[in-house]
Structure formats: C-alpha cells, structure tokens
C-alpha cells in the first residue's frame, strides 16, 4: 500500500538553529501535502496546506515565515523550522492523500523536534 | 463550534469485551466523510475505518465497526473482542467535500483507551 516517510524521526536542536524536515511520498505522487502539530496527549492541529509548485496555505495564527513549506516535487514536501525556540518542541506529523481519490489518508510516522 | 467532539477521555475495557468511543460532528456541507485512526505510543497514524455521508451502511473492518447515525450526527466506533495491543490514543476525524483528495482532516480530540488483562 501507500507510504508516507519522514525524516529524520527525531531531532534535537539548540535554540535560534533551523530545522528541516521532509515528507516523502513513497509510491504515489501528491499534489498537496499537510502539515499537522500535536502537543503530548492532545489532538492533531492542521498548521499548513503544502501545494506542489505553488505557495503554501497557512492556518489562522501559524507564522509562515517561521514554519516556511516547499513541496518542490510531487513526492516531497519539506517544513523548516526556522529560529527554533524551545516552544516549538513538538511532534510534527504529514500527511498525504493519493491523487486518485480514495478514502484513506496516509500520514508519515511523524517527527519530535526538541528544542534546547 | 467544535467539529469533532469525543466526550470521553479515557476509556477502560477488559480484554475480550466491547467497547464503543463516541464522536459526533458538526457540519453544514452534505458530502463529507469520517474517519478514525488509532495512535499507540509510537506516534504513528494508523487507519482504522472510513464511513461517508452517503453510505448506506455502516462501515466494518474485521473487529472494528462505525455507528453512523446521521441525524445525530453521530459517528461512534466500536471496537470488538478488545485484545491488549488495542491500549492506544483514537482519533475520529472528518473531511468536508467529498471527491477532492485533497481535503483536510479535522481531528476531534482523542480518546485514550486502555485494554486491562
């Protein structure tokens, strides 16, 4: 079936230092992607829609220029945490539909950024 | 409003029973579609069941089944013959527009659940 991978799986960073994480579609091509955080125990949060060969649609209260996305191929999406500060620790997680429509979609096994 | 509400939690369950989570949503669009997924330890997103709002019957995969009682908007999830490797954070989650691939899921908040031998 589908997969969804991302990398790295976990990281730790020192404050005011970048991040960079992909998202990659394994064997299928995805025109949009989604980035997701999740604080511990609590739900999946939708901070930004990724377009393939386009910008990328933020949700309200999400710093685009702090969180900057590219999804410069239709397999890969990337989110760069940018002056990372230790409020941005979290798990962050993608997801990807298929581009023919099918029910399900396929998140990757998420990443949990520390920041010191 | 919230647009997905899980009212519970926690949930307990001994192993071998039933156990249903509940979820109801809140939308104005007719095509929609809802899911759960299963979240252990580990992070991982797993897909359990999909219902749309068009479906006639409730969905079923193997030991899992949906509620789906579109008047009350309710989409609950029942999980039968409970085994211990069920103990994992559940979430419902729905997607406005049907036959757009590339909708959002909106999660609900999640319900813990926890599997006693």
């Known amino acids: 079936g589908a997969v969804v991978s991302q990398h790295p799986s976990r990281v730790i960073c020192k404050s005011g230092t970048s991040v960079k994480i992909e998202c990659r579609s394994l064997d299928f091509q995805a025109t949009t992607m989604f980035w997701y955080r999740q604080f511990p125990k609590k739900s999946l949060m939708l901070m930004a829609t990724s377009n393939e060969g386009s910008k990328a649609t933020y949700e309200q209260g999400v710093e685009k220029d702090k969180f900057l996305i590219n999804h410069a191929s239709l397999t890969l999406s990337t989110l760069t945490v940018t002056s990372a500060h230790p409020e941005d620790s979290s798990f962050y997680i993608c997801?990807?539909?298929?581009?023919?429509?099918?029910?399900?979609?396929?998140f990757g096994p998420g990443t949990r950024l520390t920041v010191t | 409003a919230q647009k997905i509400t899980q009212t519970q939690p926690g949930m307990f369950v001994q192993e071998k029973e039933a156990v249903t989570l509940d979820c109801t949503y809140d939308t104005s669009d007719p095509s929609y579609g809802l899911f759960w997924y299963k979240q252990p330890s580990s992070g991982e997103m797993i897909f359990l069941i999909y219902?749309?709002?068009?479906?006639?019957q409730n969905a079923t995969e193997g030991r899992y089944s949906l509620n789906f009682q579109k008047a009350r908007k309710s989409a609950n999830l029942v999980i039968s013959a409970s085994q211990l490797g069920d103990s994992a954070m559940y979430f419902c989650?729905?997607?406005?527009?049907?036959?757009?691939?590339?909708?959002?899921?909106?999660f609900g908040e999640g319900t813990q659940l926890t599997v006693n031998p």
């Open positions: 219902q749309g709002s068009y479906d006639q």
């Open positions: 989650a729905m997607r406005e527009g049907m036959g757009t691939s590339g909708s959002r899921l909106t």
């Open positions: 997801s990807a539909p298929p581009a023919r429509a099918g029910n399900e979609q396929y």
